[in-house]
């Protein structure tokens, strides 16, 4: 069965300082992968997604994921964070169908 | 352009009643799906409908709970009846195809609380 696990549960971050959300998945084989965030009280959206090509993929808001296949992971980075993106943020997988295998999400609580 | 449309946005209600949820996927989309968020269990995928047909309805809890699509403009998921432990968020998502690759869009959820 597919799994993502999201090593931090919890992340308090200083506003402009670094963030680091970690995400492994299960599986070796060719996977699709994907940030959503959720801001509280709101569904979920997509921050931004891996299918193929270029390894790091970035988001318009200055988020970026790398995937790494060897170490099957989709760690999602930002170099400044805003009191704005305080959220959760879920790691998803899916493989050649429809279904999406979430993590358990990781809270970013940002404070000035 | 709308994003997919869920009501009601909360509903509170006394166990043993019926809850009925409703969806507007976007338009076009021809992939819809019922997930439940929960502190304890996370994003649970309860059905899957692709162009109006339950193609997976693995996730549904038990037969309390059932959902339809009746057109591709609109998806209800009932509880019948309602206890305490269905209490959560439920979400209505889209996409347009099926594939694994596909955009997912979530609507805002219906927040149920059973007393």
């Known amino acids: 069965a597919q799994s993502v696990t999201q090593l931090d549960s919890q992340v308090p971050v200083f506003e402009e300082a670094p963030v680091e959300l970690r995400c492994n998945y299960s599986?070796?084989?060719?996977?699709?992968l994907f940030w959503y965030v959720q801001y509280p009280n709101q569904g979920l959206q997509l921050l931004l997604k891996y299918l193929s090509g270029s390894t790091l993929v970035e988001s318009i808001n200055g988020f970026e994921a790398e995937f790494n296949k060897s170490q099957t992971s989709f760690h999602l980075r930002k170099p400044s964070v805003h009191i704005s993106d305080t959220a959760e943020y879920f790691c998803?997988?899916?493989?050649?169908?429809?279904?999406?295998?979430f993590g358990a999400g990781t809270t970013v609580t940002v404070r000035a | 352009d709308a994003g997919v449309i869920q009501s009601p946005r909360h509903e509170v209600t006394e166990m043993g009643q019926e809850v009925t949820l409703r969806c507007k996927p976007i338009s076009g989309h021809n992939s819809l799906f019922w997930y439940r968020q929960t502190m304890m269990r996370g994003l649970e995928l309860l059905i899957y409908?692709?162009?109006?047909?339950?193609?997976?309805d693995s996730g549904m809890p038990e037969d309390r709970f059932s959902a339809k699509m009746p057109n591709a403009s609109f998806s209800t998921l009932k509880i019948q009846p309602s206890e305490p432990r269905d209490s959560a968020v439920y979400f209505c998502a889209s996409s347009f195809g099926g594939g694994g690759g596909n955009t997912i869009y979530f609507g805002e959820g219906s927040w149920l609380t059973v007393v």
């Open positions: 409908f692709n162009n109006n047909v339950p193609i997976d």
């Open positions: 998803a997988v899916s493989y050649n169908d429809y279904k999406l295998s």
């Open positions: 599986s070796s084989v060719s996977v699709y």
